[in-house]
């Protein structure tokens, strides 16, 4: 993208606050915050390397909403289950296609047996990500020393963001307490060893042979109450639409075959940078992998990866 289009790390160590008036009928103003994740180069190859590994097993996910890409059905799969939902197959009659209100594609069929026109948000083929469960992520993640390091580090800048967030009015005061009662949550969990979630980090540092403070064993675990995708393409066009995390944190790693033995630092110096781009805002944020970490809120903001998300990098987001 043209330079005077992009914004990038300020690089001084500071977060870089962008701003801007939606385009709707809101007082909800959307953001993204970038700022340094503080990992070395080790760090950031295994966790490529580890990825890399998992997108070569096509992992597959389902993704309803504009992100998605409207899968228009072939007569071969015209009652295919992932073609349409919520009814049974002699009970579907495609009529036509539509958008809905938001930025998500619906598809209109008539119901034989009641004669109905339904109109449902199904029909999305899955896309080339992954996407654990909270359970999946809290245990990958208690036995990878690396990913531990990423985490404690994107959830510190995440609890920064937080505060900004809060002295600069950039969110409701229902989002911000949705998101701060989070972490109380998680904060109470470690000090009450609820279900034993104190002793499960513990017990997981040793293993690792790791010394994690009280503050960091908060943090992993305040990481794991959001869900999380790993997305290995780049998603259509769209507006996020979860209104259950109103801030996502969101970083970049490249791609790193098996068989790569060079050294950590030339690996790292040979990942090619990701851009976000802000459609109606006219402008592209560069994120560097493993170096810079996004926190935004783009609810009523159309973006897109650029076309590097489905060749050299891929984007490991929490709080969808």
């Given at each position: ?12 160590g ?5 701003v ?116 999946q ?125 060079r050294?950590?630092?030339t ?52 709080g969808?």
């Open positions: 993208p043209p330079k005077k289009q992009v914004i990038e790390n300020p690089g001084d500071t977060i870089g606050v962008v801007w008036p939606t385009n709707k009928a809101s007082t909800e103003r959307n953001f993204v915050m970038i700022s340094n994740l503080s990992l070395d180069n080790e760090d950031i190859v295994e966790i490529s390397r580890t990825e890399t590994q998992n997108i070569a097993k096509k992992p597959t996910a389902n993704r309803c909403g504009a992100a998605g890409g409207y899968r228009l059905p072939t007569i071969g799969d015209l009652y295919d289950s992932k073609s349409m939902s919520r009814a049974t197959k002699g009970q579907r009659e495609m009529i036509a296609s539509h958008t809905n209100g938001n930025t998500s594609v619906a598809v209109v069929y008539r119901n034989i047996d009641t004669g109905k026109v339904e109109v449902h948000l199904a029909a999305y083929a899955d896309v080339f990500m992954n996407r654990p469960t909270k359970p992520k809290k245990a990958a993640m208690s036995v990878c020393v690396h990913t531990i390091r990423k985490t404690f580090q994107e959830m510190k800048q995440r609890l920064t963001s937080m505060a900004l967030c809060s002295e600069l009015n950039l969110l409701e005061v229902g989002d911000l307490k949705q998101i701060y009662d989070s972490f109380i949550e998680s904060h109470q969990r470690i000090v009450d060893n609820i279900q034993g979630a104190h002793t499960f980090w513990s017990d997981a540092a040793r293993k690792l042979g790791l010394q994690l403070t009280f503050a960091q064993i908060v943090l992993l675990e305040w990481a794991c109450s959001t869900g999380e995708m790993r997305n290995h393409m780049a998603l259509h066009c769209h507006e996020d639409s979860n209104k259950s995390h109103p801030l996502e944190s969101y970083t970049l790693f490249g791609r790193v075959p098996i068989n790569d033995s050294d950590a630092t690996i790292r110096k040979e990942m090619h940078d990701g851009y976000l781009a802000l459609v109606h805002v006219g402008v592209f944020v560069r994120v560097r992998c493993g170096l810079d970490s996004l926190h935004c809120n783009l609810r009523k903001t159309m973006h897109a990866a650029d076309w590097s998300r489905n060749l050299h990098n891929w984007s490991w987001v929490h969808p």
